[in-house]
Antibody, heavy 122, light 110 residues
Framework: QVQLQESGPGLVKPWETLSLTCAVS?????????WSWVRQPPGKGLEWIGD??????NYKPSLRSRLTMSVDRSKNQFSLRLNSVTAADTAVYYC????????????????WGKGTTVTVSS | QSVLTQPPSVSGAPGQRVTLPCTGS?????????VHWYQQLPGAAPKLLIY???FRPSGVSDRFSGSRSATSASLAITGLQAEDEADYYC??????????FGGGTKLTVL
């Protein structure tokens, strides 16, 4: 059974770069086409950040200019980099797997990591 | 701006049936995109509850069911139990904004 585990610094200074990794275990990252990042600010709802595939990506428009995602098949993991962070980027960050069903573009998130807390503060 | 609208809170007594609505627009649900529902227990990661409006993954109780209309969806929970107290989020793809989550509904079991 596939499991996901987020890792990265818990504290990032304003205007620096937030870097997180999601390790995939119990299966190959190549077995699924799309992987995703979702965040949740303290006391607020879920916010989709973006998706990464092998050779393609789909980012939230308002984050696109600061966001880079990548896949490392050799390490069976995928990563997120968010530049120029501010306090508004403070959140629990989750990685998730998209599972395909139905029509060609039908996907749902079937596996989630436990989340990692990132605080942006000097 | 494209949004999925959910009521902030819903409550019900044990054993009752509650319905959680999710209202979209022409750029998401009205465009024919499916709705998924996630349950988030306190302090935990979200968990898939319903996908494609009405389909239940293996292992999810049949007390949970989903339905659809033109630009809205609903999650129904029957035989309400204390363990159902959680936040519930709907999700759909929007052709302008990408993937959207609703603001979430906090379910309180009285």
């Amino acid at each position: 059974q596939v499991q996901l585990q987020e890792s990265g610094p818990g504290l990032v200074k304003p205007w620096e770069t937030l870097s997180l990794t999601c390790a995939v275990s119990g299966g190959s990252i190549s077995d699924s086409k799309w992987w995703s990042w979702v965040r949740q600010p303290p006391g607020k709802g879920l916010e989709w950040i973006g998706d990464i595939s092998h050779g393609d990506n789909n980012y939230k428009p308002s984050l696109r200019s600061r966001l880079t995602m990548s896949v490392d098949r050799s390490k069976n993991q995928f990563s997120l980099r968010l530049n120029s962070v501010t306090a508004a980027d403070t959140a629990v960050y989750y990685c998730a797997r998209w599972r395909k069903y139905g029509r060609p573009d039908d996907y749902y998130m079937d596996v989630w990591g436990k989340g990692t807390t990132v605080t942006v503060s000097s | 701006q494209s949004v999925l609208t959910q009521p902030p809170s819903v409550s019900g007594a044990p054993g009752q049936r509650v319905t959680l609505p999710c209202t979209g627009s022409s750029s998401n649900l009205g465009a024919g995109n499916d709705v998924h529902w996630y349950q988030q227990l306190p302090g935990a990661a979200p968990k898939l509850l319903i996908y494609g409006y009405t389909f239940r993954p293996s292992g999810v109780s049949d007390r949970f069911s989903g339905s659809r209309s033109a630009t809205s969806a609903s999650l129904a929970i029957t035989g309400l139990q204390a363990e159902d107290e959680a936040d519930y989020y709907c999700q759909a793809y929007d052709k302008v904004s990408g993937w959207l989550f609703g603001g979430g509904t906090k379910l309180t079991v009285l």
